[in-house]
């Protein structure tokens, strides 16, 4: 009886892993150069919604009505059907604020302001009645499903002081900045994505505004109003949130 020697698929296979923790997915790219591969198949018993941590078991098998033509055409049997991967080192999406760097976080502040500066200079009538912009703190929320709509938000509050016109007074109120899955890097780089962020609008079903007199300001006249448009609906759903708000 001749012997049958044994082929292992997995050193002609690659398993790489892609994506964001806790949403990564599992790809699996045959070598087909090696003529044994095109009669075999992989399996892995989960392919998304990964996280770091996770293992995957693949599994190599030849269908059924390849087997006896495998074994006369190559003189093999399958020597590793099944190997276990641990996925490691994919970037995650932060789940708390203090993951943020502190540079990060002094780039986020900035350019919050920036963005309310630059509303102020195309909107306001008088720009020049700003007095000043202070970065009093944020509101952090975590999905603690996850759903997989946004992993986190970031809310970068802003207490604005002005003159009002007519009547003339001064005026305080906030304003925010936010910015969604903001995700860390395994070498500790942090991702912000300051082209796509949001902020107070009158735009369709979102009315975030407030009068004095007859001027409008973008914005909210205290705290508890904009805690109770922006933060409570997302805390009904499925986010937790902390906040770092000095009042």
């Known amino acids: 009886m001749e012997e049958v020697g044994k082929f ?7 398993i790489s892993f892609s994506g964001i923790s806790p949403n990564g997915r599992l790809t699996i790219t045959q070598n087909y150069e090696q ?22 078991t ?8 390849n087997k006896e033509i495998f074994v006369e055409k190559y003189g093999a049997i399958l020597g590793e059907t099944k190997k276990i ?6 970037p995650h999406y932060i789940t708390n604020v203090e993951e943020i760097p502190s540079d990060t976080m002094d780039k986020i502040v ?9 509303y102020v200079e ?21 999905d603690k499903s996850p759903s997989f709509v946004k992993f986190n938000y970031l809310y970068m509050v802003y207490k604005i ?6 009547p003339e007074q001064t005026i305080d109120f906030y304003y925010y900045v936010s910015y969604d899955d903001i995700y860390l890097s395994d070498d500790g780089t ?12 009158s735009e369709y079903f979102s009315i975030e505004y407030f009068k004095v007199g007859n001027y409008q300001y973008m914005g909210y006249n205290s705290l508890d109003s904009l805690f109770n448009n922006c933060i409570v609906p997302k805390i009904k759903d499925s986010y937790e949130y902390t906040s770092s708000i000095k009042k």
């Open 58 to 65: 693949v599994k190599a098998h030849i269908p059924y009505s």
């Open 8 to 14: 292992n698929p997995f050193d002609y296979v690659d």
């Open 122 to 142: 195309r909107k306001w009538a008088k720009p020049e009645n700003l007095i000043s912009v202070e970065y009093i703190g944020n509101y952090f929320l975590n």
């Open 35 to 56: 003529e044994e591969m095109q009669y075999i198949k992989f399996d892995a018993d989960k392919e998304y919604s990964l996280k770091n941590g996770d293992t995957v």
């Open 161 to 166: 002081s002005a003159i009002n016109p007519e």
């Open 190 to 201: 942090c991702t912000v994505d300051f082209d796509d962020y949001s902020s107070p609008s």
């Open 110 to 118: 900035a350019h919050g302001e920036d963005v309310f500066r630059s």
């Open 85 to 90: 991967y641990t996925i490691e080192s994919l």
